[in-house]
C-alpha cells in the first residue's frame, strides 16, 4: 500500500526546464527545517533554500511618498547555510547534468515515504560512466534534522577516478526577480561567527544583523569508502567541504550518508558555543539512529496521519495524485511543537518574502484542523505569541485592541502597499474564525480559556471600535480591504462584515463560558452586551433590484468590465490594468462574497446562493490561486457538480501543473489547501454550522467513489461516498464512543460499533451553468 | 509712492533663526531664473539654490510593493550653479553673522523695486570693522540675467585688508529632510562639462545624466577697485572664483557688480560651445547695459504690473504689507515668453521636488488670468506642450482622451502614492477650467481654436469615456480622489463631477465654435452630443435628511472625527493618523466641496452655500495651504465677514509668518494666490458667471477702503470699495471703450469716459459664525 504510481510524483530529464518548479514540488519540510528540492549536486538550480521556520533578516523599506504609520522594514525570510549540497567529480569533470551524456535521470517524490529518491546514471565529458542514486529526507520526528544518503557505482568496466564533497554552503546566491509577488532579495545576509571540522564531522555558526538571530547547522557522516580512498577537509567561514576521493573499481560502490542538524535562536536567546554544541548534538544522535532508522520512523509518522488523511479518488488517477501531493505537503508544513506556525509558502521557497499572510489562518488551519489539530493548534499559539505586537500596531493605527499584520515573520506589520495590507483588517476575524472553528471540531477548551478567548476578546475590541451604528441603526464597517485584492477601500465588504459579527459573537460566547479569564482581560458585561448589538446590527449589503448580495455596499453597482475584449495576454490583470481601473470595476480577482457563502453558510439561503453564485462566477477571473477552490465548494453545493470539478481540478494542479507560473517560488499551500477543502467541503459537502459537523454530499461524475477521513473531537471519521451513498465510520472508536453528525439535514449518529450508511442525497437542479468570464472558464475535465 | 514701509519687507539679525524661510521669502525670480534669498557669502544658509524654470534631473522611484504604471522615474530639482555668491575675508576672517560683532544687519525686500537690499555693519574676529551693503535684482526683461552690486566700506580709523571672492558655484550641498512633502536629494547632479575664465569674466558649464540636460552659466563683473588691489582667478570644474585682494582706507569703497547669465537646453537641443557663448554674451550685454539701467528697468517693469494688479487694505498695514507680498511674488514667477509654466513653489525652493501640481491651474493661474493673462497663456501653452506624455499616460493606464500628470517637471507622472496622485483626476478638470477662465476673461479666441481646444478635447475624451451612466441614468464618475487628500478613491466627488461638467460643456462649446479644427481633432456631432448628455446627467451627490451636499457619495455618513479628542500637536493630522483612518470619516483636510461652491457658483442656491458651508466648515482642519483662501470666499460670500477676514490673514501670512512651518523649502504660490483671491473674489465678490463678470462686494470691519485690479478682455478694471459705495473704472481706456460687468446682480456698464459708482450691496444676515473643528478656527484678527 502506498506505494503505487498514485504516491509518487516523478520527474525526469524531460522536465529539465522546470527546475524551479520541481525543487518547490520536491521540497521537504517538517514544519521546522525546510529544504528545497535542488538537486544534491546544487547545480543546475532554480533557486537553492534551506529555510528554518522563522529565521529571517530584515531590510528597509522606503516609498516614493512616505506616509504615517507605513512600515519602514520588513522581514524576509533567508536561506539557512544549505547542508543539502553532496558534489561530484568524475574523472575530474564535476557532475552536472547540462554537461556530458544522461542516460537515464529519474526523480521522485515518494508521498507515502517522505523521501526524494534520485536515480541517474550519466557519462562524463571525459567519457566515465556512474550510477548516482540518493535518497533524501527531511525528519518528522526529529525537528532538526535532515539527511541523505548518497551512492555511486561506475557503470562501466573501468575503473573511475571519483572525488565526494559534502558541503555546507552560506550565504548561496539568489536569483532577483522583478514581480511585485516575488522575494526581494538581500545579499550575503549571514555573518560568520565560527566554524570547525574534523574528521567528516563539522558546524557552521551565523548570524543576522538586523533581525539578530544565529543560526548554526552542524553535519556528520557514515562513509563506506573502499579501499584507498583518501579523506579530506575545507572549511572556511561560509563553506563546510568535507571530501573523499580515490579510484572506484567496477562492481564496488561509495557510499555516504549525511545528517544534518539545524537551529536558529535570538541572539540573545542563547549563546554561540551552546548552539553549536546543541546542532553537533543533534546531528551525532541522528547518526547514532542511524539513516534506516530515521527512514523507519518517517514512515510511521506519515503512516499515522494518512490513516486519517488520505483522501480516495477512484475513477481520476492524475487528481488522485494530485489531492495526494497536496496533502501531503499540508501534513509537513506544519508541526505540533514550538507554536510555530506556517507561512504562505511553508518552507518551500522564498516567494512572498517567506511571509505568513491570512492564507494560514482562512484556508490552511482550516483543513489542518481536520487532518492534524494539534498543528492548527501550535499555528493558533504562535498568533498569541505576537498579540503584543498587534497590540502594539492598533495604538500606531489609533485603533482599539488588536490589528494583526497582513504579512510578517516576526509578528510585526511589514505590507508596504496599505490598501491592500493594513486596510484588509478581515486577517483579525480570520485568526478568530480559525480559533472558533478548531475549538469546535476539537472541543479543546484550554486553548479557548487561554490563548483563545485573549485572541478573540483583542479582535472584538477592534471590531466594536472600528465599526459604527449609523442612524438607522445598522452596525457598518467601512474604508477597509476585503479579500478580493481587485477592490480596495471598500464600504461594508460583506465577507469583512459577516466574519466580524462571527469575531464578536464568538469572543461574547467564549466570554461568558470563561467569565473568570475573561474579568481578567478587563471584560465586563457591558463590553459583552456591546459586541452582541454590534454584530447583531451588522449590515449585509444587498442589491434589491438584481437579488443578489454586494461584494461591498455598491459593489452591483459599478461600471462591469469589458472581459470580451481581453485576450489570455491580459491575465493576470493586475500586470496590465492600474488599480484604477481595477477597483472602480465589477471585476473580482478571487472568490469574496462566495467566500463568505462558504465560512458563514447561515447567512444565506439557498436560493440567494444560487443567484449570488451565478453573479459572482460570471465577474470572478480567478488571478488568485486562493479563489478556485472556494468557488469548487459553492458550485458543488448548488450543484453544479461538473463546474465544481474543474474547479476542483485547477486547485489541485496548481502547484504541480504550475498553472500560475509562479511554483518557482514555493507552493502555494492554500491552494493546495483548497484542493482538500473542494473534495471534503464541496463533494463531501461537509460545513461546520454553529459547532454541528454537517454533510452533504454529492458525488461528481467523473468519480465512481470518493473517501476522506477527518478528526473530530477526538475521533477519526472516515467517509466513503460511492453513487449511491454514503458511508460514515469511526474505525478507531472504542465501541460505546458516539458521533452525532448531519447527512442531507437529517442528524445521524455513528458508533465505534457500527458505520452507518445513508442514501446518497438528491443533487438540486440548479438549471445551466452559470457563465465566467469570456475565456476564463477552468479548462474542461468532468 | 510704493516706497513706504508696506512695500518692504525686512529681516534683521532678530531674525537670524529664521534662515531657511527668509532665503524663500527673499527669493527673487523672473519666471525663468530664481535665486532664493541666501546671504550674499552664502554662509550661514538654510538652504541655497538657483534655478531654472524645468531645469531637473530623474531619480528612480522604487516601491515596497510595485504595482502596474506605477511611475518608476521621477524628476527632481537639482539647483543651477550658484552665482549668487560673494565672499569676503576682513583681515583674514571670512565674513560669517555667526562670528565677530554685528553692530548693525538688515535684509529689505523692496516689492516695488523688485530687490534684495543689504546692509550690514560687522566686526570681524580680529576688531577690523566693515560696513557691507548689496543689492540683488533676478531682472524681469531680461530672462537669463541676475546681477549683485556689492560694496564694501572700512568702518573704523585704520585701514583693513580685504579679499572679495566672487563664486560660481556648482553642486552646492543640499540639507536632507525626512518630510514627505520636501524634496528628494540627488548628490552631485552636475557632470561638468567645460570650465573657464579670464580676466573676471568665466563660464560653467554642466550636465545632468538621466534627464540629459545641459546648464551654463556665465559671469562677468565691474569692478572699482581703489589703487593697490591685486586680482585673481581661480576656476575649477565645479567652481568660478574671481577675486580681489588689497588694503582699504577709511573713506574709500570697494564696489563690485556682478552679472550673470543662466541657460538651459536639452542635451541635443544646441552644442555645448554655441551655449556657452550665448550665455557669455548675455552676461556681457547686461554689464555694457550696466547696473543702474538694470534697475531702472526693472523698476519700469514691476510700475507696470503694479498699475494693474496693486491692492489697497485701507486699515490692517501688516495685511497690506501681505497682500503686496503676495502679488510680487506671484508676478515675478511667472513668464509670458516660452511656453513656462509655475511649479507649485514658483522657483523660491526645492519642495515638492520643484513639481508643477495643480496648484498652477487650481490656483494660481486664475489670479494671473487676471493680473498677467499673458503668463497664463504661457502656462497653458506649457500644458499643451505636453499633452504627447499626458496621451501616452492615458494609454498606459488604459483610458481614452488625455492625463495630466498630478506632478512633473518633464510633462511625465512622478506621483509616487497613485492614490493621492494618479487617482486624483480632476487635474484634468482644472487644466480645462483654466483655459475656460483665460478665454473668458481675454477672449483670445487663437488660444482656444489652438492649444485650448485640444486641451479642452482631450480631457472631454477622458471624462466621456471614464465616467458612466447608472441605470437611472445619472453619470457617475467613481473611484477617484477629490482636492480633500484626507479622502481617497471615492465616488462621485462632487467638486470632481462638477468640473468635470464644465469641462465637457465648454469643449462642446469651443467645438461648436471652431468646427474646422474641432473636425480635424477627429470631433464630430456624435460625439459632441456625447459631451452634453453626459454634462447633463453628471450626478451630484446630495444628503435630503442633512439638507447638504455630499464631499463625495456617503460623506455625510461616515463616522465623525472626534476632534475634541486632540491637542494642537496632533495637527497635521497626516503626520499623527493613519490614512485607514483619515479616509474614512468625516475630517477634511482642504476645502473640496467649498471650493466647487467657489469654482462652480451657478450650481448652488445661496441656501444651499450656506448650510454646506457650515457643515464643512465644522469638518476641515486646513492641514493645507490650499484650503483658507477659498473658506474665506465662501465664509465672505455668505456673510460671515469676521471669519473670512480671519480666513483671508491665514491666507497672506502662511508664508511670511511662515505658519505651516515649511517656507523654508519655498514658497506656497497657491497660498499666495489666496491672499489675492480672499481679496477679490471674497471681498470684491468676483466670479465669472458664464464669461459674465460680476461683482457683489462686501468691506470687511478691519478695513476703511479696498482697492484691486484686474484685467478684463483688454481693458484695466479699478475696483474700490468703501464702507458706503463700490466705484468701477477704467483709468487707461479711450473714451468709447465700455465694460459691462454686474454688481450685486444688476447690469452695470463702465466706460472709458466715466466711472460708475453703486451703494454698497447689504450683506445678508447668515446667522451665528459656524463652528470650527475644535482649536482649528483661524486666529481672531477683524
Not at 529526507?137 to 557505482?153: G, M, N, Q, T
Not at 498587534?390 to 516576526?410: K, N, Q
Amino acid at each position: 500500500m502506498r506505494s503505487d504510481e498514485n504516491w509518487l510524483v516523478r520527474r525526469t530529464a524531460a522536465d529539465s526546464d522546470r527546475l524551479g518548479e520541481t525543487e518547490s514540488v520536491f521540497a521537504l519540510s517538517n514544519g521546522w527545517v525546510g529544504w528545497r528540492g535542488t538537486l544534491d549536486e546544487g547545480e543546475p538550480y532554480g533557486m537553492s533554500g534551506s529555510y528554518l521556520n522563522g529565521f529571517h533578516e530584515q531590510r528597509e523599506l522606503s516609498y516614493p511618498e512616505n506616509g504615517y504609520a507605513f512600515p519602514q522594514r520588513s522581514d524576509t525570510v533567508v536561506s539557512a547555510p544549505n547542508a543539502a549540497l553532496i558534489r561530484l567529480w568524475v574523472g575530474g569533470d564535476a557532475l552536472d547534468l547540462r554537461t556530458g551524456t544522461l542516460r537515464a535521470h529519474e526523480r521522485v517524490l515518494d508521498l507515502g515515504a517522505g523521501v526524494v529518491r534520485r536515480d541517474t546514471e550519466w557519462i562524463s565529458p571525459g567519457g566515465h560512466g556512474v550510477r548516482v542514486r540518493s535518497t533524501r529526507l527531511v525528519s518528522l520526528p526529529r525537528h532538526a534534522i535532515a539527511a541523505v544518503r548518497y551512492e555511486v557505482e561506475p557503470l562501466g568496466d573501468a575503473p573511475v577516478e571519483l572525488r565526494l564533497c559534502s558541503d555546507v554552503q552560506a550565504n548561496e546566491r539568489v536569483p532577483e526577480r522583478h514581480d511585485p509577488r516575488a522575494a526581494s532579495v538581500i545579499r550575503d545576509p549571514l555573518n560568520a561567527e565560527a566554524h570547525r571540522c574534523d574528521g567528516g564531522s563539522g558546524v557552521l555558526l551565523h548570524r543576522t544583523d538586523r533581525s539578530a538571530q544565529r543560526v548554526a547547522v552542524a553535519v556528520t557522516h557514515e562513509a563506506e569508502i573502499p579501499e584507498g580512498f583518501a579523506t579530506s577537509d575545507d572549511c572556511t567561514p561560509d563553506r563546510l567541504r568535507m571530501c573523499v576521493e580515490g579510484r572506484l573499481r567496477p562492481g564496488h560502490r561509495l557510499r555516504i550518508t549525511k545528517y544534518a542538524a539545524h537551529e536558529c535562536t535570538p541572539v540573545d536567546g542563547m549563546a554561540a558555543n551552546e548552539l553549536a554544541d546543541l546542532v553537533v548534538a543533534e546531528a551525532d544522535a541522528a547518526r547514532e539512529h542511524g539513516f534506516d532508522a530515521l527512514l523507519a520512523d518517517q514512515r510511521g509518522a506519515l503512516d499515522g496521519h494518512w490513516q486519517t488523511a488520505d483522501v480516495e479518488l477512484d475513477g481520476d488517477p492524475e487528481l488522485q495524485q494530485a489531492i495526494r501531493f497536496a496533502v501531503f505537503h499540508l501534513l509537513q508544513a506544519g508541526r505540533a511543537e514550538g507554536d510555530r506556525t506556517i507561512p504562505a509558502k511553508g518552507l518551500t521557497g522564498n516567494g512572498y518574502d517567506g511571509h505568513v499572510l491570512w492564507d494560514t489562518e482562512g484556508y490552511v488551519l482550516p483543513v489542518l484542523t481536520y487532518l492534524a489539530p494539534e498543528v492548527t493548534r501550535s499555528a493558533l499559539r504562535w498568533r498569541h505569541a505576537h498579540l503584543p505586537e498587534a497590540r502594539e500596531r492598533a495604538v500606531e493605527l489609533r485603533l482599539p485592541g488588536a490589528t494583526f499584520p497582513w504579512r510578517t515573520i516576526s509578528g510585526r506589520e511589514c505590507s508596504g502597499y496599505w490598501p491592500a495590507g493594513t486596510a484588509a483588517l478581515h486577517v483579525n476575524a480570520d485568526i478568530a474564525d480559525a480559533v472558533l472553528r478548531y475549538v469546535a471540531a476539537t472541543r479543546d477548551d484550554d486553548l479557548l480559556a487561554g490563548v483563545g478567548l485573549e485572541l478573540l476578546v483583542a479582535t472584538a475590541r477592534l471590531w466594536h471600535g472600528f465599526g459604527y451604528f449609523s442612524d438607522e441603526g445598522a452596525f457598518h464597517i467601512t474604508g477597509v480591504t476585503g479579500p478580493d485584492e481587485y477592490a480596495a477601500l471598500v464600504d461594508d465588504n460583506l465577507f469583512t462584515n459577516v466574519m466580524a459579527r462571527r469575531n464578536l459573537l464568538g469572543a461574547a460566547d467564549a466570554a461568558e463560558r470563561h467569565p473568570g479569564r475573561a474579568e481578567e482581560l478587563g471584560v465586563n458585561q457591558a463590553e459583552i452586551a456591546g459586541w452582541r448589538s454590534a454584530a447583531d446590527a451588522v449590515y449585509v449589503p444587498y442589491d434589491r433590484k438584481r437579488g443578489v448580495h454586494q461584494q461591498a455596499a455598491g459593489f452591483t453597482e459599478q461600471p462591469e468590465w469589458d472581459f470580451a475584449a481581453l485576450t489570455e495576454d491580459d491575465y493576470p490583470l493586475l500586470l496590465h490594468f492600474p488599480y484604477l481601473e481595477l477597483y472602480r470595476k465589477q471585476v473580482v480577482k478571487q472568490a469574496d462574497l462566495v467566500l463568505a457563502m462558504q465560512r458563514c453558510p447561515g447567512e444565506f439561503t439557498a436560493e440567494e446562493k444560487r443567484r449570488n453564485f451565478a453573479y459572482y462566477q460570471a465577474r470572478t477571473v480567478r488571478d488568485s490561486s486562493l479563489s478556485a477552490a472556494s468557488q469548487a465548494v459553492l458550485a458543488a453545493e448548488i450543484g453544479h457538480l461538473d463546474l465544481a470539478y474543474d474547479l476542483f481540478a485547477e486547485a489541485a494542479l496548481h502547484d504541480l501543473a504550475d498553472l500560475g507560473d509562479k511554483t518557482s517560488d514555493g507552493l502555494h499551500l492554500a491552494a493546495l489547501a483548497g484542493a482538500w477543502t473542494a473534495v471534503v467541503e464541496g463533494f463531501g459537502g461537509l460545513r461546520d454550522q454553529r459547532g454541528e459537523l454537517c454533510f452533504d454530499p454529492r458525488l461528481p461524475a467523473r468519480l465512481d467513489r470518493l473517501a476522506f477521513g477527518l478528526r473530530w473531537r477526538g475521533q477519526r471519521l472516515r467517509v466513503t461516498l460511492t453513487r449511491d451513498e454514503a458511508r460514515y465510520e469511526l474505525p478507531d472508536a472504542a465501541p460505546e464512543v458516539e458521533v452525532t453528525l448531519r447527512h442531507a439535514g437529517e442528524p445521524v449518529t455513528v458508533t465505534g460499533r457500527t458505520a452507518v450508511t445513508r442514501p446518497m442525497p438528491p443533487v438540486p437542479d440548479p438549471g445551466p451553468e452559470p457563465p465566467s468570464p469570456a475565456g476564463r472558464r477552468p479548462a474542461r475535465r468532468a
